[in-house]
């Protein structure tokens, strides 16, 4: 066979997995759109999203959102918009996402039947759906956690100038919606010198951070400038992020913070199975870390896939910076995700990541201490117990 056959082969079955995804892309936002509806109905989204959509109206309760509160300004540009566009921004959100999701398995050479199977359990877990379907912004700080983590791994693999620049747009952009990404970056930032190559000397240490957090100052620096030039002064700005919940007093009563609220080790053990029932598959990485020479060498997305999530929580818990477990569990699950779409894995991986992702859907819609915030409480009941 010539390599011209090979070739015209290989770009083939690549068009046939873009299609493939942009169909998944469509369907996923078919049924992200009926969820949407269904809860409509029942009245439960008024007010989430009456709450979301008041936050562009008020510069101070940007509280370091400063690109999710940029779009969400202009998506009030638009005529006729009101907080329901911001549900069908999430649900176009999503479904792109399962079509992304599905067209990164069929590259690394998931059959046709488990990328479908992988991509529904993930369109049915309970945090996908609450994501996609309450037009929240967290949804876009758990996208760009999987765009960090397949730029870590691509760092990881490559250690090229280009990835790691790519890798430092990624957590730019992250800082810039949410004020609790510095949870998720300081920890990669701590384990990315012993997992990268050619970097053998503190001077090679400090031009890796250099390189990867320079994005992140200056797009930082040049908000605060931004701010400054209409009279508020960077102190106030920085004050509002490093503020319990970020100035959001009332939010600092939450039930997770009541029983957590300023400790580290007891949320993060509490974090731990959480995010372990919500996402199973978040074993294979420690398994991948036990049997495989070269995930041990270069470790940091598979950690980041494991621990991610329950430091990020725990972190965030500790400095009063988050009103539950969903953030935590979210970017695990965006980890995990980026993770198992990045590797290769053996038919009997590929089957034991399907089994594990469907008891985990299963333990999230059935186990009653999931559902102990108010907030969840609200959109099951809303969802499964419509008028």
């Given at each position: 066979?010539?390599?011209?056959?090979?070739?015209?082969?290989?770009?083939?079955?690549?068009?046939?997995?873009?299609?493939?995804?942009?169909?998944?892309?469509?369907?996923?936002?078919?049924w992200y759109a009926f969820i949407a509806d269904l809860l409509f109905v029942s009245g439960h989204l008024n007010q989430v999203l009456e709450r979301v959509w008041l936050v562009s109206e008020d510069p101070a309760a940007v509280a370091g959102q400063w690109l999710a509160a940029m779009l969400l300004s202009l998506t009030r540009q638009v005529p006729d918009a009101g907080p329901q566009t911001l549900v069908m921004l999430t649900v176009l959100a999503g479904g792109f996402t399962l079509g992304a999701f599905y067209w990164r398995l069929r590259r690394v050479h998931w059959g046709l039947l488990e990328a479908l199977a992988a991509t529904a359990l993930l369109a049915l877990h309970p945090a996908t759906l609450m994501l996609a379907t309450t037009g929240q912004t967290l949804l876009l700080a758990v996208l760009l956690v999987g765009v960090v983590a397949l730029a870590l791994d691509r760092a990881s693999t490559i250690g090229d100038a280009q990835s790691l620049m790519a890798l430092g747009l990624a957590l730019a952009a992250l800082v810039l919606t949410a004020p609790d990404a510095l949870y998720i970056a300081l920890p990669i930032l701590a384990l990315l010198p012993f997992c990268l190559r050619d970097v053998r000397d503190s001077g090679s240490a400090t031009a890796l951070f250099l390189l990867t957090m320079f994005p992140a100052l200056i797009a930082v620096g040049g908000i605060l400038l931004a701010a400054a030039t209409f009279g508020e002064a960077p102190t106030y700005a920085i004050n509002r992020w490093v503020a319990p919940m970020h100035g959001v007093i009332e939010a600092a009563n939450t039930p997770w913070l009541v029983r957590h609220g300023g400790q580290f080790f007891v949320p993060f053990l509490e974090l731990l199975p959480l995010c372990a029932v919500a996402m199973p598959p978040a074993l294979l990485p420690l398994l991948s870390l036990l049997v495989r020479p070269e995930e041990r060498e270069r470790p940091v997305t598979a950690l980041l896939a494991l621990l991610g999530g329950p430091i990020s929580g725990a972190g965030a818990t500790l400095f009063w910076h988050t009103a539950g477990p969903l953030p935590a569990i979210a970017t695990g699950m965006a980890a995990v995700v980026a993770w198992s779409s990045s590797r290769r894995l053996q038919p009997a991986e590929r089957l034991l990541w399907l089994l594990w992702l469907a008891i985990g859907v299963v333990l999230c819609w059935t186990t009653v201490w999931v559902w102990d915030d108010p907030d969840r409480l609200a959109w099951r009941h809303a969802l499964l117990h419509r008028p």
């Open positions: 066979m010539s390599a011209g056959t090979v070739s015209a082969e290989y770009t083939d079955r690549q068009d046939g997995h873009a299609v493939g995804g942009a169909l998944v892309m469509v369907a996923g936002t078919v």
